[in-house]
């Protein structure tokens, strides 16, 4: 007991430490460029769900800035489903599943971006980038294509393949995604990025290119791990491996 009573004074003790280090305004810099960079993510998805319903974009960015502030509890799947809630009850004619396919046409580039960013991490400071081999990519995609092709023999996926379809139906004109979404999606990324610096240094902690990146990639990549928290654990397994 004496210990536990030891091993928690000390753990206060650095958290005081570590506290009295923290620079405010770098921190409340950090938190103002996320919260812009939810809105921006917001207005991505507005402009995503406007090509299959009308909807409003200041009750779009509402619903998705309510799920964000909920993925640190529910996680990030959590909070889609909280997302897909919301917009169900006000989104005339909107099914579930055709919102889920609005959430994947608008996440499609934030997968993007984050494998992108994993990517120049491992190039930048961890070496050389392994790639899976060949035979196993290929099996893979040979699984994929049969599961595929079984489950579309069944009419209940086929209706639901269409109700996600209608709702990425912002996919199927690039010119339009790129003019509307990516602008707003590029926003969320540059936004993110500069949080990550700014609370990196607003705590004294390296602020070097590859910890920078190697949070920014791992807190996205942890997104879609259906656990609460896992984000922020994933970010600071991160930092013990980039520092």
Do not use: K, Y
Not at 39 to 66: D, I, T
Not at 144 to 171: D, M, Q, Y
């Amino acid at each position: 007991m004496s210990s536990f009573a030891a091993l928690a004074a000390d753990a206060a003790g650095e958290l005081a430490a570590a506290t009295g280090r923290t620079q405010p305004a770098w921190l409340l810099a950090a938190v103002v460029l996320h919260v812009t960079g939810q809105v921006c993510r917001g207005l991505a998805w507005h402009e995503v769900l406007r090509v299959s319903w009308p909807v409003g974009r200041r009750r779009v960015c509402a619903w998705h800035v309510c799920g964000a502030g909920l993925s640190g509890v529910l996680s990030q799947r959590g909070a889609d489903v909280v997302r897909i809630g919301l917009a169900r009850r006000e989104v005339a004619g909107a099914s579930c599943a055709g919102l889920a396919g609005s959430l994947v046409a608008e996440g499609s580039f934030a997968a993007a971006s984050g494998a992108i960013l994993t990517i120049a991490t491992l190039a930048v400071g961890f070496g050389a980038v392994m790639t899976p081999p060949v035979g196993s990519i290929a099996l893979a995609a040979a699984g994929g294509a049969v599961i595929a092709l079984l489950a579309w023999r069944s009419t209940a996926v086929r209706r639901v393949a269409r109700e996600v379809c209608h709702g990425a139906a912002v996919l199927r004109d690039p010119r339009r995604f790129a003019a509307r979404v990516l602008p707003w999606q590029l926003g969320n990324r540059t936004l993110r990025i500069a949080s990550t610096w700014c609370f990196l240094h607003a705590t004294g902690l390296p602020t070097d290119l590859v910890v920078v990146l190697a949070v920014s990639a791992v807190q996205g990549s942890a997104a879609s791990v259906p656990l609460p928290g896992a984000n922020f654990a994933a970010a600071a397994a991160a930092l013990m491996l980039a520092v």
